[in-house]
């Protein structure tokens, strides 16, 4: 069965710093990948996803993701973040094309000014 | 351009209380899923239905029914709550095609 891993569970970071949490699958097959985000007291918005190609992946707010399929990989990244990135960060994996998404067990991340 | 939309919003239980969480979709989506989301351990998947007449358990699908009433509307039913079903409750559509779920405003449940 497919799972996801997501080693930062909280993360503070100051204003213009830089951001990666880390996110690993385990499934040895083909694998879609996604991060949602969920701002506090809304639910959850998709902020990349990763199906083939490219495996570095750019979604809204500045936000990338790189697919590194050798470390079963797909990391968040994000050059330098804001007051507004706090959230709280999912990464989630569908295998195959199949029904189910997985998703990690979250990053709450703050960002202080 | 609702697209998926759940009520209530809050709930109080007493232990032992029913009620149906009730969530309907707009975008013609054919799979529908119920998530319970507590701190520390993500989102967790109670049953889903992958078509109009299917329904599936998911990862934690003790203690809840679901029923898929038509394509548009999957409902989420607790027949005797208790304390451990005190939760926040996603209700989910996906687009196979683009696979890309879709996610409603959530239903925070307490039980006591």
């Known amino acids: 069965a497919q799972s996801v891993s997501q080693h930062n569970h909280h993360v503070i970071l100051s204003e213009a710093a830089s951001l990666e949490l880390g996110c690993n699958y385990s499934y040895g097959g083909t694998v879609n990948l996604f991060w949602y985000v969920q701002y506090p007291g809304q639910h959850l918005q998709l902020l990349l996803k990763y199906f083939s190609g490219d495996p570095l992946v750019k979604g809204i707010k500045g936000f990338e993701a790189e697919f590194i399929k050798s470390k079963f990989s797909f990391n968040l990244r994000k050059p330098s973040v804001q007051w507004s990135d706090t959230a709280e960060y999912f990464c989630?994996?569908?295998?195959?094309?199949?029904?189910?998404?997985?998703f990690g067990t979250g990053t709450q991340l703050k960002v202080e000014l | 351009n609702a697209g998926v939309t759940q009520t209530p919003k809050f709930q109080v239980l007493k232990t032992g209380q029913s009620m149906t969480l009730q969530c309907a979709q707009d975008?013609?989506?054919?799979?529908m899923y119920w998530y319970r989301q507590d701190p520390g351990m993500g989102l967790r998947l109670i049953y889903y239905?992958?078509?109009?007449?299917?329904?599936d358990k998911g990862e934690v699908p003790n203690g809840y029914n679901v029923s898929r009433l038509n394509k548009r509307e999957f409902s989420l039913r607790l027949e005797s709550a208790a304390p451990s079903q005190t939760s926040v409750y996603f209700c989910?559509?996906?687009?196979?095609?683009?696979?890309?779920?879709?996610f409603g405003q959530g239903t925070r449940l307490t039980v006591v």
């Open positions: 989630a994996v569908n295998t195959g094309g199949g029904n189910k998404l997985t």
């Open positions: 239905s992958a078509s109009e007449g299917t329904t």
């Open positions: 975008m013609n989506h054919n799979s």
């Open positions: 989910a559509s996906i687009s196979i095609l683009r696979i890309e779920a879709f």
